[in-house]
């Protein structure tokens, strides 16, 4: 059983008063025969997208997942490239229809801080609708949150809308703290920490990737842009993580956020236990 083959480890503080017992935990058995995923995930559908990031990534094998927001009457025409994205082994994903953030970033009325739970579940579905159009072959979808953003109203009304996406997708990609990714026996996948790559090198992004697997974690990276005005990467940088994500293939399962998540649900609903705790 992996619950016999997982060891745990723990740290514990005694000169800090009331201070939680510390553990990590082997997930090897898990991951077997890699360390640990990444994840590479891409918001808004963008053209710089499918013309600097899909070929290097084709060109190195490797798979990831690209969320849309299919708002407008030509939506099927402006979406059309994206058909032929999903047949050829990437994942498309839901970034609802009106991607509403909060109204904090703007100013003014209209935001999140406005919406109700289900103005934001039929949104997301409305979405889903036309998203399914776009990629009939695939089964399971996943939701990437407008702005990392979970939560509509505010103040004593304020609730969270991470339960409409745990009750339609196999997961949700939300926001996440720096230096930290998913273990597989935690990570609620309705809300699946991502970290946001803005204006990182090549270096850096590697170097998160390499010692988070490392710990046997799934690391989901978030882009935007490429080479671009704000929410951006370069695209030297870019192909250094490409050649270093086909260079360690033998030990770093690089994957579309879906099929992480399919594997980890299995486990989260075969290995109950290891929730418990």
Request: aromatic fraction near 10%.
């Amino acid at each position: 059983m992996l619950n016999d083959a997982i060891a745990e480890t723990h740290e514990q503080r005694s000169d800090l008063p009331g201070k939680v017992e510390m553990q990590m935990t082997d997930y090897a058995q898990f991951w077997k025969p890699y360390a640990g995923a990444v994840s590479l995930t891409f918001d808004d559908g963008l053209a710089c997208q499918l013309q600097k990031a899909i070929p290097v990534m084709d060109g190195a094998g490797v798979r990831g997942t690209f969320y849309l927001s299919p708002r407008g009457r030509d939506w099927e025409q402006r979406l059309k490239p994206w058909a032929e994205v999903a047949r050829s082994g990437h994942e498309l994903g839901n970034h609802s229809m009106s991607h509403t953030c909060s109204a904090n970033f703007t100013g003014g009325a209209g935001g999140l801080e406005s919406k109700t739970v289900e103005e934001i579940e039929a949104d997301v579905l409305a979405a889903q609708n036309r998203l399914a159009q776009l990629a009939p072959h695939q089964e399971d979808w996943t939701f990437a949150y407008p702005c990392y953003q979970t939560d509509v109203g505010r103040g004593a009304s304020r609730q969270s809308y991470v339960p409409v996406v745990a009750r339609h997708f196999v997961a949700g990609r939300g926001g996440g703290e720096y230096g930290f990714a998913n273990c597989p026996d935690a990570v609620d996948l309705a809300c699946v920490w991502a970290i946001a790559v803005e204006r990182m090198s090549g270096f850096e992004m590697i170097g998160l990737v390499e010692e988070l697997t490392a710990q046997g974690r799934w690391v989901v990276l978030a882009f935007h842009e490429l080479d671009g005005a704000r929410l951006t990467v370069g695209s030297h940088e870019f192909k250094m993580l490409i050649g270093y994500l086909r260079r360690r293939s033998d030990a770093i399962w690089t994957a579309p956020l879906g099929e992480v998540a399919r594997k980890i649900a299995h486990f989260q609903a075969t290995e109950p236990q290891r929730l418990s705790g």
